[in-house]
C-alpha cells in the first residue's frame, strides 16, 4: 500500500478506536487465516469474582483471607484483584473496622501460575495446581473434588497453601464477553479459523471454548509456551497466510510479537499494548473484525 493509503487508512481505524501501529501490521491482517485467542482479559470480561469459599484446614475464614490478600494485594492479576475485593467484602461482613493486612515479605510473582511470599512466620502460596505441585504441596481428594465440580461450571480454583499444606480455596467465575460467541462465528464464516491459548487449566478452557464455539484449545501454557504455539501455527501456515494473536496480558506479550499480527486488548496491560502492533482501545472483539476489513480494504485498492 502506499503511504498515503496507509495513512488513510490508520486515521480511519483510529477514529474507530482501532490503533495501527505501522503500515506492516495493516498490510499483513487482511491475510489472516488463524486467529489465536487468550482466555482471561481477552475473551471474557477479566473481571473475575469470587463465588465461593471454602476451608480445607483450621483456620478461621478472616484469618484464612487475610493470609490470602497479603500474598495478593501486590498482584496485578485481575484473580488477585478478585481475591482482594473478596476478602474485604468479607471483613466488612464481619464488622472489621479497617482493611488492614499483613505485610508481606519475599514476594514472588509465578507467572501463570500464582504468586508467593512470607507473612509473619508463615509461607503463603496463592495459585492454581501447577504452582502447588512445583512447591511440592500434596493436593488431597477433597481439594481435587473441589476443583474439578468448579472447572466443570467454567470457574477456576485459587488454591491457598500456608506452610505447605492447601489451607482453603476459592473459586472464581469470569464471564465471557457478551460479543464473543458472535466475533468467532463470524470469523469462521469469513474462512478464518480460531483457537484459544490459556495458562489457566483445561477443564476451564474447554467450557469457555464451548461457550464461544472456538475451534481448538490450548490450556496450562505458560507465557513462552504461548509463544512458541504461535511459532507452530505460523510453521503450519507455509502458504503466505498470517496469525494473529489477541491477548490482553504480561503473559501474552511473547505471543504478540511472534504472531504475524499482535492485538491488544486496549483495557490491557502496557506491556501487551507495547508487544503488539494494533490495539482494539474499546476493548471491544468486533475490533478484530474491523482490523481486517480496514486491512482488506486498504490493500483491494492498491491491486
Ligand atoms: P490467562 O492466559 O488465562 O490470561 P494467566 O497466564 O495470566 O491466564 O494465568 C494462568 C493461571 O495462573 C490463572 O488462571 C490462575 O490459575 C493462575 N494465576 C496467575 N496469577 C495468579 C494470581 N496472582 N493469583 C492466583 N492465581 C494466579
Ligand atoms: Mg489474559
Redesign the pocket.
Known sequence: ATPTAVMVATGKGASQGVLIKGGDALEKAHKVKTVVF?????LTIGKPAVVSAVLFSSYSMEEFCDLATAA?VN?E?P??KA?VEHAKRLRRKFGASTDHNAEVKDFE???????SGKVGEKVVL???R??MQASNVPIGREVQDYISENEQKAR???LVAIDGKIAGAFAVTDPVKPEAGRVISFLHSMGISSIM?????WA?AEAISKQVGIQNVFAE???VG?ADKINKIKDLQMDGTVVAMV???I??SPALVAADVGMAIGAGTDVAIEAADIVLIKSNLEDVITAIHLSRKTMSRIR
Open positions: 487468550d482466555k482471561t482479559g481477552t495478593e498482584s492479576h484473580i488477585a481475591v510473582v509465578h507467572p501463570g501460575a500464582g504468586v496463592v495459585g492454581n501447577k504452582l477456576s480454583c485459587v491459548v490459556t495458562g489457566d487449566n476451564t501454557t505458560d507465557p504461548k491477548g490482553d496480558g503473559n501474552d
